[in-house]
C-alpha cells in the first residue's frame, strides 16, 4: 500500500482531462491528443494495481474522506479483484474507444470531453464503497452516454437517447429510495445513520427485505438490461456512435451486474436466495429470446446489440447458479464480452463508413473487398460464438459448469442457447464476408490506425480464451468472500460449493 | 400614557428588524437618488441596490445563533429567519444582476424597479421573522404590493398588463382568505401571537377539534399556498410568470414562495402544532395534487418561461413533502431546498434573460435549436441548472430531494415518497426536451444577437457555483438549515 491516492487520481484525471477538453475546445488536436495522453495515463495506473497483490480482505486499496458528515456519507473508494478486473477493462477499451473515434469531425472537443467524463462515472461506480456516492456516479456516468447518443448518433438519434434516459433514470429511482430505506433502517438500528456498504451488510432489513432488494435490483436489471427491460438496449445501440457503442456494451451494461455482485447480493442475501429461481428464468428467456431476435435482425448493428442481450443472458444465468465456477465464469464472461462484442460494434462502425449502410441485404463479399476487415470481423464474430480457444469461451464454459453442478436442467437450456448463438452469428458472417458483392464504388479496408486500434483486442481475446488464469487468479478470493457474506445463495441450491 | 411609552420602549429591539431595516432605508435613498438622475440611467441604482443586500446579508448574520426579539414578540430574528433571510437576498442579488441590461434591451429603464425589489424583500423578511400573525400579514402585504407593480410594470404590453391584474386580483382575494382565517383563530385563541396560539390550543385541547380553529387553518392555509404556487391555487402562477418580466418571474419563482414557506411552517409547526393530523392530511393530498399537476402539464408547454412556471408549481409540491414528513429532516430539508432552488430556478431564468432576444421574441423550445453549440457557455450553463431540476447528482436539487424524501420515508410516508421520485421521473421528460433542443437539433440561426452582459453572466456563475457546492459538499449548509429550525 502507498500513501499516493491512485483511486482519487483514477476518478481526478478524467476531470481534469473533460476540464481541459471544453477550456481548448477550439483545438480539436491538442484535445485528441489530451484525451489519448489521460488514457493512457489510467491504463498505465491500472496496470500497476493489476500487479499488486491485494490484503488478507481481499482490498488492494482504500481510501476513505469524509463527504458529507452530516448524513454519514463518506467519500470511501475500495477497490477489490471484481472492481479491479472492471477497472482494467474501462481504462483499457477507453483507450480503443479514443482510438477508433479519431477522426471525430463534429464537435470534437465536446465529444473527447464526454468521453472522459464517461470513464469518471463508471470508474466511480466500480470503486465506491459508499451508497450515496455509487447512487452519484450511477447518475453521473448517465449524462454523457445521453449527449453521445443524442448529438453523434445516426438515424432516430433523439428517440433512442431519450428512451435511454428515461429508462435506466426510471429504474434507478426506485433504486434511491430503496438505498434511502436500507439507510434509515440501519440508522434507526444502531443509532449510526451510515451509507458505508460494509456497515449497511448488517443490517436487519425484517419485512422490508424484499422491497429494497426490488428496488435496487429494478435499477441494475433495466442496465444489464434483463428481457422484458431490455427495449432502450437495440434502439440506443443502433443510432450510438462507435465510441458510444463500444463503451455501452463494454462498460455501461457491465455496472449492471457489477451492482448486482457488489450490492444487490450482500446486502439482501435471503431475498437475492429467493430469486434466484425468478432470475435464471429471466436470464434463460433472455438468452432464448434475443438470440431469436438476432437472427432475423436484418441491420447489423442491431443483430449484434441483441447478441449482447443474449450473451448477458449467460451471465446472469451464472449469477442465478451462484457458486465458485459460475461466478467467476461469469465475471470473466463480462470481460470477454466486453472484448469482442466491443470489437464487433467498432468493426461495424468501420464498416457503415466505408459502405454507407449495415444493412445486411445489400451487403456481401467483403472477404475479397478488404481481406484484413474479414479477418478481423471473423475472428471476433467467432470468439462471440464461443469458438474454444477465444475470449467467450472460457467464461461459458465455467458458467456452464457451475450451472450444471447445481441445476443440471438449466445448463443442459443454455447449452442449447449458445447453438442458437452459432445460428445467428454464423449467418452474420456468411452474408456479410461471403455472398454476392453488390455493385457500386470499391470498399477500402482498414487503415493503420483502425489495425492498431484493433490489435490489442485481438491480443487479450487469445489470452482470455487461452490462458484465464491471469484475470481468474484475482477473483477467487472476492468471489469466495461474496459467497461467504451471503450464505443464504449457497444454501439456496443445497450448500453445494 | 407614560407607562404605556415606557412599555413599548422596552419591547423596542432594533436588532430584530436591523435586515429589513438597512434594506428599507437603501430602498428609500435609491428612489431619492433616481429622481436626480437622468432617465434611462439605473446602472447607478442597481448598484446600490447590490450594495443594499451584501450590507443586508452582513447585518441579518448577526442574527445567526444570536438569536434577537422584540416589539412584544411580533418579530424574531432567530436562526431560522436569518436562513430564510439569506435565501431571499440571494434571490433578490442574482434578480438584480441580470436586470439591468435587460430592462435597457427591452426599454423599459425605470429606476424604480430596484426599490421595489428590495422592499418585496424587506416583506418577505417579515414573513420569514414574524412571530406575530399580524406582523406576517404585514410582510405578505408589503411582498406582494411590490410584486404586483413589478409584474405588470412593462405597461405597454398587453401581456405583462395582464398579469399584474392578474396577481393583483387573484392575489387580494387569497389575501381575503388568509385574513379571515387570522380573524377566526383570534376569536379562538384571544391572540394573534403565534406562540400564544400554540400554548392556548395545548392548554385547551377541546378547542383543537373545533370548527373555527380548523376552519382559520384552512382559510390562512389557502392564503399562503396561493403565494406557494401549490394547487389546485396555481391557476395564476403560468399566465403571471410568462406575462411578467423574465427577471421579476425569477424573483417570483423563489423569493415569495421561500417567504409563504417560512411562514406556513412557522404557523403550522409553532402555533397549530395541535391541528398537526388535521394539517399533514390536507397537505399530503394537497402535495401529491401540486407534483402531478405541475408537472404533467409542463410536459405540454413550449414557452420555456411557462413551462418554468409549472416547474416551480411541481417543485413547491416537492418542497410540501417536507411539511408533510414535519420531522427534522424534512423540515429542514425545506429550507435546504429553498436555497437550491433559488440557485438552479434563478440560474435558468438568467439564462433565458440572456437568450430572449429583444421583446421576449425567443423564448419557444424552436428558439433554442442548436444553442448550446453556438453558446457553449450558456449552454452548458442551462444544462447544469436544468439537470438540477431534474434532480440529477450532483447538483443542488439532488441533494434537496434527497433530503426531503428522506424526511417522508423516516416520518413513515413510503407512498409519498415514492408518488414523489415517479413525479421526479415524469419531470425528466421535459427538463430534457430543452437539451434535446439545445443541442440534438441543427440550429437555426446563429444567435449573434445574444449579448453576455456583465450582470447577468456573474448571476450565472453565482448560480453554477452554488448548484455545484451544494450538489457536492452539501454538508455546510444542511448542517446549518437543521440548526435553523425549531
Known sequence: MTSFPVLTSLLLLPLAGTGLCLLFRRKPDLCRALTLATTLVMLALCAWVFCQQPDAAGWYLREDYPWIERLGARFTLAMDGLSLLMVVLTAFLQVIAVLISWHQKKHPAFFYALLLLMEAGILGVFLASDLLLFYLFWEVMLIPMFFLIGIWGHGRRVYAAVKFFLFTLAGSLLMLLAIIGLYLLHGKQTGDYSFALEALKHTDCGAWEPWLYAGFMLGFLVKVPVVPLHTWLPDAHTVAPAAGSLDLAGLLLKTGVFGILRFAFPLFPQSAAASLPLLAFLALVGLFYAAWCAYIQGDVKRLIAYSSVSHLGVIMLGLAAANVLALEGAILLMLCHGLTTGALFALVSMLRRRTGTRELAKLGGMWQEAPIFSCFFLFFALASLGLPGLANFSGEILVFAGTFQVRPLWGALAVVGVVFAAAYILRMVQELLWGERPAGRPWPDLTTLEVVALAPLVFFTLWLGLYPETFLAHLHLPVKILLEQAAPLVAAHGGLP | ?486
Open chain 2, 1 to 486: 400614557m407614560e407607562n404605556l411609552v415606557q412599555l413599548a420602549m422596552q419591547n423596542v429591539n432594533f436588532a430584530a428588524i436591523m435586515p429589513s431595516l438597512v434594506l428599507c432605508c437603501f430602498g428609500m435613498a435609491i428612489l431619492l437618488i433616481n429622481v436626480f438622475m437622468p432617465r434611462g440611467k439605473t446602472t447607478s441604482a442597481s448598484l446600490i441596490s447590490i450594495i443594499a443586500l451584501l450590507v443586508t446579508a452582513v447585518v441579518s448574520l448577526q442574527g445567526w445563533n444570536n438569536p434577537q426579539f422584540g416589539f412584544a414578540g411580533h418579530v424574531a430574528l432567530d436562526n431560522f429567519a436569518t436562513f430564510f433571510n439569506m435565501t431571499f437576498l440571494l434571490a433578490a442579488g442574482l434578480t438584480i444582476l441580470m436586470s439591468d441590461d435587460y430592462l435597457r434591451r427591452e426599454g423599459y429603464p425605470i429606476g424604480e424597479y430596484y426599490p421595489l425589489i428590495l422592499f418585496s424583500t424587506a416583506g418577505a423578511m417579515w414573513m420569514a421573522s414574524g412571530t406575530d400573525l399580524m406582523t406576517i400579514f404585514l410582510g405578505l402585504e408589503v411582498l406582494s404590493i411590490s410584486l404586483y407593480i413589478l409584474a405588470g410594470m412593462f405597461r405597454h404590453q398587453l401581456q405583462s398588463n395582464e398579469a399584474g391584474l392578474k396577481y393583483f386580483l387573484l392575489g387580494a382575494f387569497s389575501t381575503g382568505f388568509l385574513l379571515y382565517g387570522i380573524a377566526l383563530l383570534y376569536g379562538v385563541a384571544g391572540t394573534t401571537n403565534v406562540a400564544d396560539i400554540g400554548l392556548y390550543l395545548s392548554a385547551h385541547p377541546a378547542m383543537i377539534g373545533n370548527p373555527m380553529t380548523v376552519a382559520g387553518m384552512l382559510l390562512m392555509s389557502i392564503g399562503f399556498l396561493f403565494k406557494i404556487a401549490a394547487a389546485p391555487f396555481h391557476m395564476w402562477t403560468p399566465d403571471v410568470y410568462q406575462g411578467a418580466p423574465t427577471p421579476v418571474t425569477a424573483f417570483m419563482s423563489a423569493g415569495p414562495k421561500a417567504a409563504a414557506f417560512a411562514a406556513l411552517m412557522r404557523i403550522f409547526i409553532l402555533g397549530l402544532a395541535g391541528l398537526q393530523s388535521e394539517w399533514t392530511s390536507l397537505l399530503w393530498g394537497l402535495a401529491i395534487l401540486t407534483m402531478i399537476i405541475g408537472n404533467v402539464t409542463a410536459i405540454y408547454q413550449t414557452n420555456l418561461k411557462r413551462m418554468l412556471a409549472y416547474s416551480s408549481i411541481a417543485h413547491a409540491g416537492y418542497a410540501l413533502v417536507g411539511l408533510v414528513a414535519a420531522n427534522a429532516v424534512g423540515v429542514s430539508g425545506i429550507l435546504f431546498y429553498m436555497l437550491a432552488y433559488t440557485f438552479m430556478n434563478l440560474g435558468a431564468f438568467a439564462v433565458l434573460v440572456l437568450a430572449g432576444k429583444k421583446g421576449e421574441e425567443n423564448l419557444t423550445l424552436e428558439g433554442f435549436s442548436g444553442f448550446g453549440f453556438k453558446r457553449p457557455f450558456l449552454g452548458v450553463a442551462m444544462t447544469i441548472f436544468l439537470l438540477s431540476l431534474m434532480g440529477i447528482p450532483p447538483t443542488a436539487g439532488f441533494a434537496g430531494k434527497f433530503y426531503i424524501f428522506a424526511g417522508a420515508i423516516k416520518s413513515g410516508y413510503i407512498w409519498l415518497a415514492i408518488i414523489g421520485v415517479l413525479n421526479s421521473a415524469v419531470s425528466l421528460y421535459y427538463y430534457l426536451r430543452v437539451i434535446v433542443y439545445m443541442y440534438f437539433k441543427d440550429p437555426q440561426e446563429d444567435y449573434s444577437w445574444v449579448s453576455m452582459h456583465t450582470g447577468a453572466v456573474v448571476s450565472i456563475v453565482i448560480a453554477i457555483v452554488g448548484v455545484l457546492y451544494l450538489g457536492i459538499i452539501p454538508g455546510k449548509i444542511m448542517e446549518m438549515a437543521k440548526l435553523a429550525i425549531f
